[in-house]
């Protein structure tokens, strides 16, 4: 089931383009102008997490997230024109989960907001994550992220490293592969295995040319490394 986020924030812009992006992804968002329209749909309805501004034109962001935290531990995820830092530190100290900056890339609000909802016990199921030191495979949204941020990869492409990284540690052949494959309707294997590994490494490793994710195993096939990171 999608998860629930309301945005508090009077700008009709920013919030627009939060909307499309983060329905894209799979969220369902609604919008509030006004800290106290936001408040009024927090009593009401149920939501998985907060996006608050800062700066309302009724309120004072800060003053919003002391009075939600006290009612509830809703993840709040705090965004700011301002540059002071004292303003980020005083929003987490009265509760705020995260905090951004504006302006700021579409991608990484949703990587942060991901990250909250998980901290929280909210979003992906752990069963459904695999963590591999930056790299994280997420089974449900059928994404890859990096240092946090999604990288881009086809659906066969995800099938194939899922395979690789449920089975981490252990050699598999190019035939083994395809056998583990077979319930999928793929059309990815009218190319090579070797084609698809070459195009998931341009997007998960740091230096293609020098793997350290998925490792290739002459005249054995590929091994998707345990750890990656040191």
Known sequence: ?????????????LAGMVSDYLGGAGFRLTLAGTAREGEALLKRE??????????????????VCRRLR?????????????GEPMDRV???????????GKPFEPRELQARLRAILRRKGGG???AELLRFGRLEID???????LDGEERTITSYQFV???????????????DA??????????????????????????????????????????????VFAKDQDR
Do not use: C
């Open 177 to 222: 592969l395809m056998d583990l494959l077979k319930g999928e309707k793929l059309e990815a294997f009218d190319r090579s295995v070797d084609v698809h590994i070459s195009r998931i490494r341009a997007a998960i490793e740091d230096d293609p040319k020098k793997p350290r994710r998925i490792l290739t195993v002459r005249g054995s096939g590929y």
């Open 90 to 100: 005083v929003g987490l100290e009265i509760g705020a989960d995260d905090y951004l």
């Open 160 to 174: 194939l490293l899922q395979a690789l990284a449920e089975r981490a540690g252990r050699v598999l052949s190019r």
């Open 124 to 126: 992906t199921p752990k």
């Open 1 to 13: 089931m999608a998860e629930r986020i309301l945005m508090i924030d009077d700008d009709d812009r």
């Open 46 to 63: 149920s939501f998985d997490a907060v996006i608050l501004d800062l700066m309302l034109p009724d309120a004072d962001g800060l003053d």
């Open 70 to 82: 006290a009612g509830s531990d809703v993840p709040i995820l705090m965004l700011t024109a301002r």
């Open 139 to 145: 089974k449900g949204a059928r994404t890859v992220r």
